[in-house]
Structures are given as C-alpha cells and as structure tokens.
C-alpha cells in the first residue's frame, strides 16, 4: 500500500546509518520491524534472567577475544 507522510529526513537518516539500510523504504520496513519485533526480544530476555544461574563473570567465561569483547 503507498502512503504519503512527511518524514524527518535528519531522523530516516541516523536511522538508515544505525540499520545499515540503503533506501528510505528499507529503513522504514527494518526500523518498524525492530518495532513490531520488541515484545518478542524483551520476553526471550525474560526467560534468560528467569534461568537460575549466576551470570557474574559471564563475559570472561566467553570465547570471544578479550580485544573484540571491548570494542563492543
């Protein structure tokens, strides 16, 4: 469907830059798919902190390069 609105070309931009998109319209699409998709994201971070474990130290348990984990 085609919908004509106005868009605040600062704002598409800082958010095509932060989604890696190349057009408006896939900016839009990702940035309301980020949007449609946070309940699901938000309940998946529920069921890990339900999990009873002590998540202290998680990052120096990790295999992942002490130099590439703080550039993150």
Known sequence: ????????????ER????LGTKSKKDTIHA???LVAERG????AVRELL???R?????LEDDK????A???A
């Open 15 to 18: 958010a095509r830059l932060e």
């Open 31 to 33: 940035a309301l798919r």
């Open 1 to 12: 469907m085609k919908t004509v609105i106005d868009l605040d070309d600062e704002l598409l």
């Open 40 to 43: 699901e994201r938000l309940e």
């Open 69 to 71: 984990r703080d550039a």
């Open 50 to 52: 339900a999990i009873d």
């Open 54 to 58: 002590d998540w202290t130290g998680l």
């Open 64 to 67: 992942t390069p002490r130099d």
